[in-house]
């Protein structure tokens, strides 16, 4: 870096790439509205020196949170870091900050990595530019993004000292637009091996992922059911993974192999080229790039493992698209698309009826990007998929569990979208194998065992409950004395869907578990779902947890279930200590500051 040119730091923290995607974007508004007399460094949080932050004059993070609250992955080690300073003494005073944070307004802790971060700059002595932003994932996350850069850089234009002069201003031409990232292709003649997609390692973060042993897919719901929903065992003995019950799996699932065609086939792509990414020599090109994946390998290992194509393509890749369109009118369609003044059309085409890229290659058949810019800017990486583990290392040290919905859903488009991880779990995971890693959480049994539990857990809501009930079977066989376990189990019928019902009932009649309550929600003329059944239950459930400390557990949907489960609590609270709503929800704060209330929704 120059020292004698002002130094813009971008610090991301991210879990689906959408943090990543923002800060880079931000990078090259940045660039061009200032061209040379700024430096604009971005980088992973996770890659950052935390006791560098003192020395900077300027830095922009955006953050995502995860699950109930949680950082990302890769931002953990820097937010613990800074909540922890921000109770020392101040020591970036002379640093300014700016925060954007991305989460989703269905989950309780709204942003609350963004809104903690944002306080412990400021406690720490740093100087706000602009206010917080706070994107929301349940609505229009970009634009929320662009609203705040907005914001942003009025901020910046009214103070020179943090970045350099306008390079759009005082005769100077702004910097050329942003060219089409793409990687350097190399392709391998011949005929020869490849690469493993990923390199395996031991499984125990998203750096080293472990190539594991499917060995057990099998249907949990009957032949009555209209959907599906398998229990899956993961074999990863020989790896570095260990688990508690309550942690999560992720898993690197592939595109099905008629998705993989289709794509192929429309860019016009040899399924059996074996290729090599490179970044572009040019520092400026590289940039924006991700590090590229392993090679060589086959063009279909490629579109199988690292292309999201069923998910809707973001404007940025629309206008890199439109580059490469032959036909006029579809080059000018896609360069709207993805432009601001595009935002409604984009909204109507792309976002309300979650058109994906796939389906928008299949409208513009003249838009053939090369290889490198097809990895590089227009199909985002696919992600893996996190599942709650549903055994416990007690009973399955060397087999992880997952109980999965099969995703399949019908768009607005007629296009039927089926679940890339779960559609390929229940097709092809039998035997297969697997790259996967666990990520650890907070979402524990009590220290213990004779603690009282109350357990929420409707649908594959049920996974991590399933966990703890293993672990207390074992618990219980070693001569421990175990406190009242109540489960809140729901489903839609009792003769379609009611997974694990054996079990459930064996645990029962074992006294592992003390009390099981099943909401079935179609087989009478009236709904019925656990939020009822647990006010009908306040009676034997306000004993427990006013007098006996019971620890209270909620796993699924966060959008409904949740907020119903809830607000049944607190009704329970209210009625069982007989004070007021505002005192009720007070007691359940108390509860989940105290780690006495748990949860882990999506």
């Given at each position: ?15 689906t790439?959408t943090?990543?995607?923002f800060?880079k ?15 604009v460094?971005?980088?992973d ?11 900077e004059?300027l830095v922009v993070m955006?953050m995502a949170?995860?699950?109930d609250?949680?950082p990302?992955?890769?931002a953990?080690?820097?937010?613990s870091?800074l ?17 954007f ?58 103070s020179s ?28 003649r011949?005929?020869?091996?490849e ?9 125990k973060d ?6 594991a ?25 020989g ?7 309550g ?11 008629a ?6 086939e429309?860019l ?6 074996r290729?090599?990414?490179?970044l572009?020599?040019?520092?400026d ?15 279909r ?11 809707s393509?973001?404007r940025?890749?629309?206008n ?19 432009s ?8 109507d ?13 299949q ?7 090369t290889i490198?810019a ?11 998929r996190?599942?709650s583990?549903?055994?416990?290392p007690?009973?399955?040290p060397n087999?992880v ?18 679940g ?6 229940q097709?092809h ?22 603690t009282?539990v ?9 996974a991590?409950?399933r966990g703890?009930?293993?672990e207390?079977?074992?618990?219980k066989?070693s001569?421990?004395e175990?406190?009242?376990?109540h489960?809140?189990?729901g ?6 869907d009611?997974i694990?019902?054996q079990?459930l ?7 592992v ?14 709904k ?10 306040a009676?034997?459930?306000w004993?427990i947890?006013g ?8 796993c699924?949907?966060?959008?409904y ?12 609270v209210?009625k069982g200590k ?15 500051d105290a ?8």
């Amino acid at each position: 870096e120059d020292p004698s040119k002002p130094c813009v730091r971008i610090l991301y923290g991210t879990q689906t790439g959408t943090a990543e995607r923002f800060s880079k974007q931000l990078a090259n508004e940045l660039r061009g509205k200032y061209g040379d007399s700024t430096a604009v460094d971005v980088r992973d949080v996770e890659t950052y020196k935390p006791e560098r932050l003192g020395s900077e004059k300027l830095v922009v993070m955006c953050m995502a949170t995860y699950g109930d609250g949680e950082p990302t992955d890769n931002a953990a080690v820097f937010y613990s870091w800074l909540l922890k300073e921000a109770e020392a003494e101040p020591f970036l005073q002379g640093v300014s900050y700016a925060v954007f944070g991305l989460g989703n307004k269905q989950y309780e802790h709204f942003n609350s990595v963004g809104k903690k971060v944002f306080k412990a700059m400021k406690a720490c002595g740093a100087t706000a530019l602009c206010r917080r932003g706070d994107g929301d994932d349940d609505g229009v996350i970009d634009d929320d993004f662009e609203k705040w850069c907005t914001e942003l850089y009025e901020a910046l234009d009214k103070s020179s000292d943090l970045v350099g002069k306008r390079a759009d201003q005082n005769g100077v031409h702004a910097a050329p637009p942003a060219r089409v990232a793409a990687y350097e292709v190399e392709v391998l003649r011949g005929s020869g091996g490849e690469a493993p997609a990923f390199p395996s390692g031991t499984g125990k973060d998203v750096h080293s992922p472990f190539w594991a042993k499917i060995t057990t897919v099998r249907e949990l719901h009957t032949p009555a059911s209209d959907r599906s929903c398998v229990h899956v065992e993961v074999d990863v003995s020989g790896s570095g993974i260990t688990y508690e019950a309550g942690d999560h799996i992720a898993i690197y699932a592939r595109n099905g192999e008629a998705v993989v065609s289709q794509v192929a086939e429309l860019l016009g792509f040899d399924l059996e080229a074996r290729i090599k990414l490179a970044l572009p020599a040019d520092a400026d090109a590289a940039s924006g790039l991700p590090p590229p994946f392993p090679g060589p390998v086959t063009v279909r290992t490629a579109l199988s493992y690292f292309a999201d194509v069923l998910s809707s393509p973001h404007r940025e890749a629309l206008n890199a698209l439109a580059s490469f369109a032959a036909d006029r009118e579809e080059a000018a369609r896609l360069a709207l698309l993805g432009s601001p003044a595009g935002k409604a059309e984009y909204a109507d085409f792309i976002g309300k009826p979650h058109r994906s890229l796939l389906e928008v290659l299949q409208a513009f058949p003249s838009a053939k990007p090369t290889i490198g810019a097809f990895f590089g800017c227009i199909a985002p990486r696919l992600q893996p998929r996190f599942y709650s583990i549903s055994s416990s290392p007690k009973q399955h040290p060397n087999s992880v569990h997952v109980t999965c919905a099969v995703v399949r859903d019908t768009m607005p488009t007629g296009r039927v979208h089926e679940g890339v991880a779960s559609t390929w779990l229940q097709r092809h995971g039998n035997g297969a194998a697997v790259p996967v890693f666990v990520r650890h959480s907070h979402f524990r049994l009590p220290k213990a065992a004779s603690t009282p539990v109350v357990m929420v857990g409707p649908g594959t809501g049920l996974a991590p409950f399933r966990g703890f009930l293993q672990e207390r079977a074992a618990l219980k066989n070693s001569g421990a004395e175990l406190g009242p376990a109540h489960l809140f189990f729901g489903c839609r019928s009792r003769g379609t869907d009611y997974i694990y019902q054996q079990e459930l009932e064996g645990y029962v009649a074992d006294g592992v578990l003390s009390n099981l309550h099943v909401a079935f929600s179609r087989d009478q003329s009236s709904k019925d779902y656990v939020q009822h059944h647990i006010g009908r239950e306040a009676a034997a459930l306000w004993p427990i947890i006013g007098e006996q400390g019971a620890h209270l557990y909620v796993c699924g949907d966060a959008k409904y279930m949740a907020k119903d489960v809830h607000k049944a609590f607190v009704a329970l609270v209210e009625k069982g200590k007989g004070c007021s709503g505002t005192q009720a929800e007070m007691f359940v704060k108390e509860l989940t500051d105290a780690g006495r209330y748990q949860r882990d929704v999506w």
